[in-house]
């Protein structure tokens, strides 16, 4: 009975040990799933500030054009 516990807990601390060592980054799939969303973060925050700078100047186009029509 001793000898069963013993291979059960060094089962068991082997079997934690791996399921330990395997992250994301540990597999070439999970390396690249981690850039990918690395890069569709950037592209996000990229695209934002261009839609900010594109209603910033939209927004300067509506008041030169609001200026110009009080000039009529």
């Known amino acids: 009975m001793l000898n069963f516990k013993k291979a059960c807990c060094i089962i068991i601390i082997i079997g934690s040990t791996l399921l330990a060592a395997c992250g994301r980054d540990s597999s070439p799939e999970g390396r690249m799933a981690m850039k ?33 029509q009080e000039k009529k």
């Not at 890069?39 to 008041?63: E, H, P, T, V």
């Open 36 to 68: 990918l969303e690395d890069l569709q973060k950037n592209m996000m925050d990229s695209l934002r500030k261009q839609n900010a700078a594109m209603l910033d100047s939209f927004g300067k186009i509506r008041q030169e054009l609001n200026r110009l």
